[in-house]
């Protein structure tokens, strides 16, 4: 297994935002976390990343215990995440954001070939490649903070909210991109509002209510399952 969060507990003052949840995610994979606002789902990016410690249970990647490892870390392990909100680097141009990503590798012709795909899977980023990040819309916003996220190399790529404020239109072309990545040999875990889109791209799902599990299954079988479908898909 490539990641397990195991039992985790994850609070914020006297407030308890994780009650023991356990998320695995196998290498290959596409794993996504759908839920409400305020399920959890990124309290769980949060206790993977390293951003936020757990106040119990544990993280292990690669075989490894990292939950004691800072962020930083568990990003050169290939533990990367793209935040909610992208976290760009708004008075940078595109190429300093996609520096920024590379920024821990010494592997220069490595890294051109990762500018390549990058601006493959991505072309409106090398039109721009000069262009101050901060005066991109928001979708070619959030195909930087993959492209930036991308540029290290992730093992596993964690993605919070890929979708979030995105026309329909913008949110199918991060989603097939999206799985264009994982068919390149990228591991995926999304955390993602939108459930139909997030739940027909992935292999398994975990459905989070308040800081707990309720459903795990196939995406495909969660897309039938009643419940979830008149909770998160409106039918």
Excluded: C, W
């Amino acid at each position: 297994m490539l990641l397990e969060l195991e039992n985790a507990v994850l609070s914020y003052g006297k407030i308890e935002a994780l009650h023991g949840i356990s998320v695995q995610v196998a290498e290959g994979e596409v794993v996504s976390l759908i839920g409400a606002n305020g399920a959890g789902k990124t309290s769980t990016m949060r206790a993977l990343s390293g951003v936020r410690g757990l106040s119990a249970g544990k993280v292990v990647f690669e075989g490894e215990d990292v939950t004691r490892l800072r962020a930083d870390q568990r990003m050169r392990k290939g533990l990367v995440l793209t935040p909610e909100g992208r976290g760009i680097f708004p008075g940078m141009s595109v190429t300093e954001n996609l520096n920024m990503g590379a920024y821990t590798r010494k592997d220069k012709s490595a890294i051109d070939e990762d500018y390549d795909r990058v601006f493959g899977l991505f072309p409106r980023m090398s039109e721009r490649r000069k262009q101050v990040a901060g005066t991109l819309s928001g979708g070619e916003q959030q195909m930087l903070a993959i492209g930036r996220a991308l540029m290290s190399r992730p093992k596993l790529l964690m993605l919070d909210e890929p979708s979030m404020g995105l026309a329909p239109m913008l949110i199918q072309q991060i989603f097939d991109i999206i799985t264009e990545i994982s068919k390149q040999g990228t591991t995926i875990l999304v955390v993602e509002q939108n459930a139909k889109q997030a739940l027909s791209r992935s292999d398994r799902a975990y459905v989070l209510e308040t800081g707990r599990i309720v459903k795990t299954g196939t995406g495909a079988e969660l897309l039938d399952d009643p419940s979830v479908r008149e909770a998160y898909l409106g039918v």
